[in-house]
């Protein structure tokens, strides 16, 4: 597994070496949130589950502000760039980060992937993590929310056999849940799960075929959103330079 955050066997990475790309990580980190929050743009960390549908959010989120609020993304993945390819024909400026074998981003590598391309008056930026319920928690990429989409495909205990996920998490999208008259799945389960490990549960329940759940969704960004800029955050712009060269990752 990933030779990075030590999630295969922990006595191939020391502690004091975790500690330290942990530390390096959260100055590259702490460096793309100044550029975000300089710049008035939303970001937006989305993590979850391979197939729990998170570049469908993402295309419905694209269809749900068209024309009225200027979205870009990163997409993770750990061989291709189709999830990418997908946002980039919903009218969402998009670029792959392609890991090979680390399964989650880090600060350096969304930093990276932002400098060269002109991100200009972006609104909102969305990083679309690698599909993991354990490594991607565990960065910090300089977002200013966690959201976590959880396909109700996935069963009723992710919550519980997953915490530090949804822990570290501002909100859960309860994804598909069209499917839910087809499955034998206790909705109230899984939101029980999250009000024990969640600080302040909140969850969407979302479909991106039906469009249920969309506006809610969609309101909770703008509210976030709202708040940043209310900090008296300045013009929306995006402009990451090579401040970080000195920093390891």
């Given amino acids: 597994m990933c030779s990075d955050c030590g999630c295969g066997d922990?006595?191939?990475?020391?502690?004091?070496?975790?500690?330290?790309?942990?530390?390096?990580?959260?100055?590259?980190?702490?460096?793309?949130?100044?550029?975000?929050?300089?710049?008035?743009?939303?970001?937006?960390?989305l993590m979850g589950s391979p197939g729990s549908g998170k570049t469908a959010v993402l295309e419905a989120t694209a269809r749900a502000l068209a024309g009225r609020l200027r979205l870009g993304a990163v997409s993770g993945d750990?061989?291709?760039?189709?999830?990418?390819?997908?946002?980039?024909a919903a009218g969402v400026p998009s670029?792959?980060?392609?890991?090979?074998?680390?399964c989650h981003l880090d600060a350096r590598l969304v930093h990276d992937a932002l400098h060269d391309p002109p991100w200009g008056d972006l609104d909102m930026f969305f990083i679309e993590n690698v599909g993991n319920l354990v490594?991607?928690?565990?960065?910090d990429l300089g977002q200013a929310a966690n959201v976590v989409a959880l396909a109700v495909t996935?069963?009723?205990d992710k919550p519980i056999k997953y915490p530090v996920m949804f822990r570290k998490a501002d909100l859960v999208l309860?994804?598909?849940?069209?499917?839910?008259p087809h499955l034998d799945v206790d909705v109230a389960a899984i939101?029980?799960?999250?009000?024990?490990?969640?600080?302040?549960?909140?969850?969407?329940r979302?479909?991106?075929?039906?469009?249920?759940?969309?506006?809610?969704?969609?309101?909770?960004?703008?509210?976030?959103?709202?708040?940043?800029?209310?900090?008296?955050?300045?013009p929306s712009y995006l402009r990451l330079d090579a401040e970080v060269q000195g920093h390891g990752s």
Avoid: Q
């Fill in 78 to 88: 750990l061989a291709t760039d189709r999830d990418a390819r997908r946002l980039i």
């Fill in 174 to 180: 309860l994804t598909k849940v069209d499917l839910l």
């Fill in 206 to 234: 979302m479909s991106a075929r039906t469009k249920e759940g969309i506006a809610d969704w969609v309101r909770w960004l703008e509210a976030r959103r709202a708040g940043l800029r209310s900090r008296g955050r300045g």
């Fill in 154 to 156: 996935e069963g009723e």
């Fill in 191 to 204: 939101e029980d799960g999250l009000a024990h490990v969640m600080p302040v549960p909140r969850l969407i």
């Fill in 95 to 102: 670029r792959a980060i392609t890991t090979g074998s680390a």
């Fill in 135 to 139: 490594c991607p928690a565990i960065y």
């Fill in 10 to 45: 922990p006595e191939l990475v020391p502690i004091e070496v975790h500690d330290r790309i942990l530390a390096g990580n959260d100055a590259v980190a702490a460096h793309n949130r100044a550029h975000f929050e300089s710049g008035g743009v939303l970001a937006i960390n």
